[in-house]
C-alpha cells in the first residue's frame, strides 16, 4: 500500500506510462522505422548520464526523470546514427545537470537535446508529423495529457498555450479566407498535444507562479507559431521552446510564486505507527 501511494502522488509515473505508450503506438501502429538498438542506446545515454551528476552532487540516484527525457527524445527524434541518440540523450540530461540558475535546471532536458542534435548534425531531425493529426487519437492523446498535467498541477500552461496557439492558427485562416476545417486539423497533431501536455508543461522548468506561466505559454506560442508559418519550419514550436527557455529565471525574479518540487506523501497512521512523511527525491 505504502508502494501504492508513492505511485499515486508523483506525476512523473503517470508520464512514464503514458509515454511508453505512445512509444508502443508509435511502433506498432504508426509503424515507426525505431530500431531497438536506438531505444536502447538512448535509455543507457540517459541513465548513465543522470547516474554520474547524481554521484557528482552526491545527490541520489533516481531514474525516473531521465527515463521520460529518453522517451520524449525516441518519440520525436529521428536519425539513422545509433551515436547521435546516444548523444541527444547525453545532452539532454547533461543540460539539466550543468545549466542551471538558483539551483532550478534551465531547459527542459529532452527538448534540448532534440533540437541541439538536430541542429549540429544533419543526420539527426525532428519528426513531429510522423504522428500525423487522427482526432480521435487527439482525443485521447489529450485526455492522458490532462491526467499527466492535472497530477503535475501544470493544467494552466498547457491551457494557455494551447489557446494562444488556436487563436493564433484560427487567426492566419480568418486573415487568409481559408475553411476553419484547416486550422481544427492543424491543432489535431499529435507532435503539438505531446508538445502541449508533457514538454512545455514540465513543472521543473516552467515559471514559479501562475501568471508568469500563461504570459510565457503566450509568448512560446507566439514564437513557435511564427518559425513555423513565417519560417516554414514544422518544428516550430520546439525550436520556440528552447529559445524562450533562458528567460524563465527572468519571470521568477520578477513575478514570484512558489517553486515546484516533487509531492510528498503521508503514510496513514495505524496502530503503534507513527505518523511518516516521505520525500521524494527532488530530481
Known amino acids: 500500500m505504502e508502494g ?17 505508450s505512445l512509444v508502443l503506438i508509435g511502433v506498432f501502429y504508426y509503424a515507426f522505422q525505431l530500431p531497438w538498438w536506438h531505444v536502447v542506446g ?5 541513465q548513465a548520464t543522470q ?14 526523470s531521465p527515463l521520460i ?9 529521428r536519425t539513422g546514427s545509433i551515436w547521435l541518440s546516444i548523444a541527444a540523450a547525453i545532452l539532454a540530461i547533461g543540460s539539466k545537470c550543468l545549466i542551471r540558475v ?15 542534435i538536430s541542429l549540429l548534425f544533419t543526420g539527426a531531425w525532428i519528426s513531429p508529423g510522423q504522428w500525423g493529426a487522427a482526432p ?5 492523446l489529450a485526455g492522458m495529457g490532462g491526467i499527466v498535467t492535472g497530477k503535475a498541477k501544470r493544467w494552466d500552461v498547457s491551457l494557455a498555450f494551447l489557446g ?27 507532435a503539438l498535444l505531446i508538445f502541449t501536455f508533457f514538454m512545455i508543461s514540465d513543472p521543473k522548468t516552467t515559471p514559479d507562479a501562475r501568471m508568469a506561466r500563461i504570459i510565457y505559454a503566450a509568448l512560446v506560442a507566439l514564437i513557435g507559431f511564427t518559425i513555423q508559418f513565417g519560417f516554414y519550419n514544422s518544428a516550430g514550436i520546439i525550436m520556440a521552446l528552447i529559445l524562450t527557455a533562458p528567460i524563465v529565471p527572468l ?15 503521508s503514510l496513514p497512521k495505524s496502530k503503534g505507527v507513527s505518523h511518516e512523511t516521505v520525500q521524494i527525491p527532488a530530481e
Do not use: C, E
Not at 547516474?51 to 525516473?64: H, K, L, Q, S
Not at 480521435?136 to 485521447?140: D, H, K
Open 42 to 46: 538512448v535509455m543507457i545515454g540517459a
Open 136 to 140: 480521435i487519437f487527439a482525443i485521447a
Open 102 to 116: 538558483k539551483g532550478k535546471h534551465i531547459f527542459n532536458p529532452a527538448n534540448f537535446g532534440l533540437v541541439i
Open 164 to 190: 494562444f496557439y488556436a487563436a493564433l492558427v484560427f487567426g492566419r485562416a480568418i486573415w487568409l479566407g481559408d475553411p476553419f476545417a484547416i486550422p481544427v486539423h492543424q491543432l489535431q497533431s499529435g
Open 51 to 64: 547516474f554520474i551528476g547524481d554521484r557528482a552532487v552526491g545527490r541520489r540516484y533516481d531514474p525516473r
Open 251 to 265: 519571470f521568477d525574479k520578477f513575478i514570484q510564486g512558489q517553486r515546484y518540487s516533487w509531492p510528498k506523501f
Open 4 to 20: 501504492l501511494a508513492a505511485f499515486r502522488h508523483d506525476p512523473r509515473h503517470y508520464q512514464i506510462i503514458v509515454l511508453s
Open 69 to 77: 527525457s529518453a522517451l520524449s527524445l525516441t518519440i520525436l527524434l
